[in-house]
């Protein structure tokens, strides 16, 4: 009895040996992993802070489109604008330019209907005279 209690002492020497053999390479394994997920975690967080930056960065780029945009709605509104009242002030030009041409052009005819009703009146009288004398030179 004595040599089977050793060999079964030896045998529950040899499979606690086992067991914490491979407890051992759990625990080994098991650090393993959890250094694989620590240098994971480090790079999430690096590109995290990447993306941060791409994120302000894409966000001031954003501002400055805006912005250009902006101006440029301005440049575009304040030359339409410019030309619109340049338009405007050259067709106020040339129709200022055709009344004033008509307004000269109705007083020449004015002048002139009055001069010649003048001088069909002036024509009138000495053709009157002219009859009154040839009519009382007849009679006399």
Do not use: P
Not at 1 to 16: A, C, D, K, P, Q
Not at 28 to 33: G, N
Not at 89 to 118: E, H, K, M, N, W
């Amino acid at each position: 009895m004595i040599g089977t209690v050793y060999i079964s002492s030896l045998s529950v020497l040899v499979i606690i040996i086992h067991q914490e053999s491979r407890l051992a390479a759990t625990q080994w394994k098991a650090e393993e992993v959890k250094d694989i997920m620590l240098e994971n975690m480090n790079k999430v967080d690096e590109r995290k802070e990447k993306l941060e930056d791409l994120e302000d960065r894409s966000a001031k780029l954003l501002n400055r489109v805006s912005m250009l945009i902006a101006f440029i709605s301005n440049q575009y509104t304040r030359r339409r604008c410019e030309a619109r009242l340049a338009y405007s002030f050259d067709r106020a030009r040339t129709y200022g330019g055709f009344i004033l041409r008509d307004i000269v052009i109705s007083i020449f005819y004015s002048i002139i209907v009055c001069v010649t009703l003048l001088g069909l009146r002036v024509i009138y009288t000495q053709c009157k005279k002219y009859q009154d004398t040839v009519f009382m030179n007849e009679f006399y």
